[in-house]
C-alpha cells in the first residue's frame, strides 16, 4: 500500500487538538512543559469547556502558556496563581480555574499561596510541573532539587546542611483537610502521558464537585537547566526522580 | 501484517528533540540530516513500510508537530 493511500483524513489516528493555539511554544526542545499542555488542552477538548476554563499562568517558563491554549487566561505575579483562581472561581463558580505552575513558583516564592488555597480547600485546580530546577532563570537551584543535583547555584551539588532537603510539597498538601485529590504523575512515555492525562481529567471534573481542592504534579524535565540532551533527560528523570517523587495518587476522596 | 500506519510531521515546527524516536517501537523514526528553517534537525519516518500508525510518537510529542493515519489491511 503506498504511504498516500494511507495518509487521508478518514484514516486519521491522531492530531493536534484545536484548543492548542497554532503558535510556536518557545520552550526548549523535549520540555515537559509542551506535553503537559497538550495534555490539558486535550481533556479541555475531551469535555467540550474550551469556553468554561480559565487558566491561571505563572511567573517561570510557562509564563507565556496563554500563547498555547485557545481559552481565558490571566498572569499572576509570582507564586501567586492559586490566589489568584480562589478569586477567579469564587467569583464564577461555573467556571474551570486552574493554576498552571513550576516548582519554583509554587514551591519556593508561593509556598504560602498554595498552602491556604489547599487548606481551604478551594475548588481549584492545581497542576504542578516539578523539574527539580528553576528552568527559565538559567537552572538554579529550587526547593525540589535533589540531593547531590548540581545546578547554576550548587555547583558542587544540593548539600542538605548548606542548602536543606528536597521539599515534597505534594505530600504535605495531601493532609491538608481541604484537599480532595493529590497525585504525582509523569510524561516521559506514552503509558505514563495516558496516565497524567487520565489524572488531570478527574481533577477537572472534581473541580465542578465542591470536593475541596484537586492538586496534581507532574515529575518533569528541564533538559536545558540539567545540561542533558531530551532522552537523556527523560532516563535521568526515571532513575534518579521517581525514588524521591514517587508515581502514583497519594490522596482520592 | 494487519495494520499500516504512517505519520506526517510539520517540518518546520518540528524541534529535533528525539522523544518520539526513543518511544517508536518499530523504529519507523530518525531524525533527519537537512534542517529546517531554525536549524533542527526535524523527524521524518526513516522506515516508512515498519509503522503501525500506533500513536505513540505524536503522544508524546511535546510540541503536538505529528498527525497519525491508520488502516487496517
Ligand atoms: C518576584 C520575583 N522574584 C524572582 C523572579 C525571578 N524568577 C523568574 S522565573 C523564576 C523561577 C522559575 O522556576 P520554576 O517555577 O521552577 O519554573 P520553570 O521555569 O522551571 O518552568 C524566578 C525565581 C521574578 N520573576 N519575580
Ligand atoms: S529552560 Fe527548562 S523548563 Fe524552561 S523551556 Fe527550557 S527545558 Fe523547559
Ligand atoms: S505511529 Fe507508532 S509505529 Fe508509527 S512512527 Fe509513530 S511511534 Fe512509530
Redo the contacts with the bound molecule.
Keep these: 500500500m503506498d504511504i498516500k493511500d494511507i495518509i487521508k483524513e478518514e484514516n486519521k489516528v491522531y492530531g493536534k487538538t484545536p484548543v492548542l493555539t497554532d503558535n510556536v511554544m518557545h520552550y526548549c526542545p523535549g520540555c515537559s ?1 509542551g506535553v503537559v499542555h497538550k495534555l490539558i488542552a486535550e481533556v479541555i477538548e475531551e469535555m467540550g469547556i474550551q469556553d468554561k476554563t480559565i487558566g491561571v499562568s ?5 509564563v507565556l502558556a496563554y500563547n498555547y491554549l485557545d481559552i481565558d487566561w490571566e498572569e499572576a ?2 507564586g501567586r496563581a492559586p490566589a489568584l483562581a480562589t478569586a477567579i472561581k469564587r467569583l464564577n463558580p461555573d467556571k474551570y480555574v486552574f493554576t498552571y ?6 514551591a ?2 508561593g509556598c504560602g499561596e498554595i498552602m491556604h488555597a489547599c487548606n481551604r480547600g478551594e475548588n481549584i485546580v492545581v497542576i504542578f ?1 516539578n ?1 527539580a ?5 538559567g537552572g ?1 537551584m ?1 526547593p525540589t532539587t535533589l540531593l547531590g543535583m548540581v545546578t547554576a547555584t550548587t555547583p558542587y551539588g544540593r548539600n542538605a546542611e548548606l542548602n536543606g532537603y528536597p521539599l515534597r510539597l505534594t505530600e504535605l498538601l495531601a493532609q491538608l483537610d481541604g484537599t480532595c485529590y493529590v497525585t504525582r504523575q509523569s510524561v516521559q512515555n506514552p503509558a505514563s502521558v495516558r496516565k497524567a492525562k487520565k489524572a488531570i481529567q478527574k481533577a477537572f471534573e472534581n473541580s465542578m464537585k465542591k470536593k475541596g481542592t484537586s492538586f496534581v504534579e507532574i515529575v518533569g524535565t ?1 533538559n536545558s ?1 540539567w545540561k542533558m540532551n531530551p532522552v537523556k533527560a527523560n532516563q535521568w528523570m526515571e532513575e534518579n526522580m521517581f525514588a524521591k517523587y514517587p508515581l502514583g495518587d497519594i490522596k482520592d476522596i | 501484517m494487519a495494520v499500516r500506519g504512517a505519520i506526517v510531521v510539520d517540518n518546520e515546527k518540528c524541534k529535533g528533540c528525539g522523544v518520539c524516536v526513543a518511544n517508536c517501537p518499530t523504529k519507523t523514526i530518525a531524525l533527519s540530516h537537512e534542517v529546517n528553517g531554525k536549524g533542527y534537525n526535524y523527524a521524518y519516518m526513516a522506515n516508512p513500510e515498519s509503522c503501525t500508525g500506533c500513536t505513540n510518537c505524536a503522544t508524546v510529542c511535546p510540541d503536538s508537530v505529528i498527525t497519525v493515519y491508520r488502516v487496517k489491511l
Design positions: 512543559h505563572p511567573v517561570g517558563c510557562a505575579a509570582h505552575q513550576g516548582d519554583g513558583d509554587l519556593s516564592i510541573i523539574n530546577i528553576y528552568g527559565m532563570t538554579q529550587a528541564c537547566g
